[in-house]
Nanobody, 121 residues
Framework: QVQLVESGGGLVQPGGSLRLSCAAS????????MGWYRQAPGKQRELVAT???????NYADSVKGRFTISRDNAKNTVDLQMNSLKPEDTAVYYC???????????????WGQGTQVTVSS
C-alpha cells in the first residue's frame, strides 16, 4: 500500500504565494508520474500540473507562468509552488502518483487526502 500525505495549504490573499508539498511512502519500487489536481466546489477535479520521473512537466493553461511543479525522486516527494494566486485558484488540491511496488509489477494510481487552498481578501 502507498500513502500520499500533502501539506502546505491555507488561506492567502490574492497575489500571494503558497507552497504545497506531498510525500509518498509505503510499498514503493518506483514512481512514474507525480502531479497535482484540484477540485473547486461544484466542479470536476482538474489537472493542475504533472511531472514525469525524467523531469518533464505539464501545466494547465490557467496556471502556466504562475505555478511550478518540482519533485525529488530520492525522497519520493513532489512540490507545487504557487505564485500570483487568484480567487479562482481556490480549491482542494490533491497529490497524485503512479507507483509500482516491485520491478516489473503493475502501475497503480494513488491519491492524497487533499489540502484546502483558499485565495481571498
Amino acid at each position: 500500500q502507498v500513502q500520499l500525505v500533502e501539506s502546505g495549504g491555507g488561506l492567502v490573499q490574492p497575489g500571494g504565494s503558497l507552497r504545497l508539498s506531498c510525500a509518498a511512502s509505503g510499498s514503493i519500487f518506483s514512481i512514474n508520474d507525480m502531479g497535482w489536481y484540484r477540485q473547486a466546489p461544484g466542479k470536476q477535479r482538474e489537472l493542475v500540473a504533472t511531472t514525469t520521473s525524467g523531469g518533464s512537466t505539464n501545466y494547465a493553461d490557467s496556471v502556466k507562468g504562475r505555478f511550478t511543479i518540482s519533485r525529488d525522486n530520492a525522497k519520493n516527494t513532489v512540490d507545487l509552488q504557487m505564485n500570483s494566486l487568484k480567487p479562482e485558484d481556490t480549491a482542494v488540491y490533491y497529490c497524485n502518483a503512479v507507483v509500482r511496488a516491485t520491478a516489473g509489477g503493475h502501475w497503480y494510481m494513488y491519491w492524497g487526502q487533499g489540502t484546502q487552498v483558499t485565495v481571498s481578501s
